[in-house]
């Protein structure tokens, strides 16, 4: 299977591509810029020039493919809601169209778990209702997204799947320790929960959708199975002394976080290969 990967050289994007490339798909990836994707390319993957904010360079490079796998998004950066629109909404579709047009069988799309809010009174199912005009812009445009294309779906019949990303660690990312921070600032509650799942369960999931028959047009969470307390993700890099205000109140919604993976592990057979931080930390694969 030929399959064009977007979002290569990010965090999640570079640990999956050398794992697509161990299992024997052809993996070529959409690149700005060549000689930031130079390990990558060493290990086997094709690379295509161009920019989901320049559409005239997609067709060429979805041109040939059968599948894609887009990765690439902007976020956390407060400063630029028009450039995380202009990418993860705009660009997504911008690259959907031109899959389309070139013939591409299958297209997955990874949104975030970030679209769910708050008030489900249980973890956070696929079917939950999600607000377009969430003031965070990340997960607003990646609602848009996700809406655009499955009415491609539904309408014009193109086969996407939509994976929702928990929080995404391990193999030396440093997510986690960009995540304190802003978990500060926000003045986050210690008791808050964050789902995480690890690369080699991004991959699992992808490479599950990308291969499974009958999916087109479904949504799917993907996580682990025992979600994390920010204190308890805190204080195991020696932060929560200085991240959380001793005198916070009580939770407000002990679900906030959560999200249930029952539908991926029902239609696909997934199992966490990671089940737990704990595990991932005691295997030395963080």
């Known amino acids: ?23 024997g798909f052809e993996v070529s990836i959409l690149v700005r810029d060549k000689t930031k994707a130079s390990q990558l390319i060493e290990l086997g993957a094709r690379a295509v020039t161009g920019d989901l904010y320049e559409p005239a360079t997609l067709p060429p490079a979805a041109a040939g ?7 690439a998004a902007l976020f956390r950066t407060f400063t630029d809601n028009e450039g995380i629109v202009k990418t993860n909404r705009e ?64 309408n014009q019949g ?6 929702r990303l928990g929080f995404v660690y391990g193999d030396k990312d440093p997510h986690i ?19 995480m799942v ?9 490479i599950l959708l990308l291969t499974s028959e009958g999916l087109d047009g479904e949504i799917f969470n993907v996580a682990d199975d ?31 976080g959560v999200q249930d993976i029952s539908k991926l592990r029902s239609r696909t057979g997934f199992r966490p290969l990671v089940p737990s931080y704990y595990v991932a930390r005691d295997l030395d694969i963080l």
């Open 1 to 23: 299977m030929k399959i064009l990967v977007t979002g290569a050289t990010g965090k999640v994007g570079s640990r999956l591509v050398p794992r697509l490339l161990a299992k």
């Open 65 to 71: 493919m059968d599948a894609v796998i887009h990765l």
């Open 91 to 154: 660009g997504s579709i911008a690259l959907a169209k031109a899959a389309q047009e070139a013939g591409v069988k299958r297209f997955v799309f990874t949104s975030t778990s970030n679209v769910y809010g708050s008030g489900y009174h249980r973890p956070a199912r696929e079917d939950e209702q999600v607000d377009i005009n969430d003031p965070r812009a990340y997960a607003s445009s990646k609602i848009a997204a996700e809406r655009e294309l499955i009415t491609m779906q539904q």
């Open 158 to 163: 193109f086969d996407v799947r939509i994976l």
């Open 177 to 195: 320790a960009e995540i304190i921070p802003y978990v500060k600032n926000l003045n986050m509650h210690s008791g808050s929960r964050m789902h």
């Open 198 to 206: 690890h690369h080699l369960d991004v991959a699992q999931a992808l």
């Open 226 to 256: 025992a979600p994390i307390t920010l204190y308890e993700l805190a204080d195991s890099v020696g932060k929560a002394a200085e991240t959380f205000d001793e005198k916070e109140g009580p939770l407000n919604d002990p679900f906030q």
